[in-house]
T-cell receptor, first 110, second 118 residues
């Protein structure tokens, strides 16, 4: 079983739609959680960290469910520019590495 | 530009040859990571340096791979006797505990080196 699992998509949604991605992680010792965005042929960039209480940044909302070991990302009012791959990232205590999921591809259609 | 710099951007080599990539992190960052990414997959962790010390290395990494960060600044990743399965994008990232101002540590990635092994 992969340590971090995501639905690869693609998710094709119209502009203005709300879309949600989930990510599950297998190690209960995981302590830090992030969403990164990766545009085609570009490097990943941090979109937002995920805090236990949930957090929001403009149109983006991230939530963490430790009991079920999943993280979610909600994008409201999708823009064409949101089209990208969204990578779920987990860091576990006792290790320095950040573990990336395979990514979920989003395409926002005009 | 004070971002993470990687060289070369592209490398084409024949199977069996050795290749070396370089990463120059953001100058004040003491943490440096190497990742490998293939099409349709997320970045896969290879190794981690804190200053000049290599503190973690992936168990998946064969002994053909070696990385150094001799003075705690730039880093090199060498692959010996390349195989076609080594073809991938090799990404370097750097970070610093002070770069976030909060709980989360932000990784800054370079543009990567695309390796093609023929």
């Amino acid at each position: 079983r992969k340590e971090v699992e995501q639905d690869p998509g693609p998710f094709n949604v119209p502009e203005g739609a709300t879309v949600a991605f989930n990510c599950t992680y297998s190690n209960s010792a995981s302590q830090s959680f992030f969403w990164y965005r990766q545009d085609c042929r570009k490097e990943p960039k941090l979109l937002m960290s995920v805090y236990s209480s949930g957090n929001e940044d403009g149109r983006f909302t991230a939530q963490l469910n430790r009991a079920s070991q999943y993280i979610s990302l909600l994008i409201r009012d999708s823009k064409l520019s949101d089209s990208a791959t969204y990578l779920c990232v987990v860091k576990t205590s006792g290790t320095y590495k950040y573990i990336f999921g395979t990514g979920t591809r989003l395409k926002v259609l005009a | 530009d004070t971002g993470v710099s990687q060289n070369p951007r592209h490398k084409i080599t024949k199977r069996g040859q050795n290749v070396t990539f370089r990463c120059d992190p953001i100058s004040e960052h003491n943490r440096l990571y190497w990742y490998r990414q293939t099409l349709g997959q997320g970045p896969e962790f290879l190794t981690y340096f804190q200053n000049e010390a290599q503190l973690e290395k992936s168990r998946l990494l064969s002994d053909r791979f070696s990385a150094e960060r001799p003075k705690g600044s730039f880093s090199t990743l060498e692959i010996q006797r390349t195989e076609q399965g080594d073809s991938a994008m090799y990404l370097c990232a750097s970070s610093s505990p002070t770069s976030t101002g909060g709980r989360a540590e932000k990784l800054f990635f370079g543009s990567g080196t695309q390796l093609s092994v023929l």
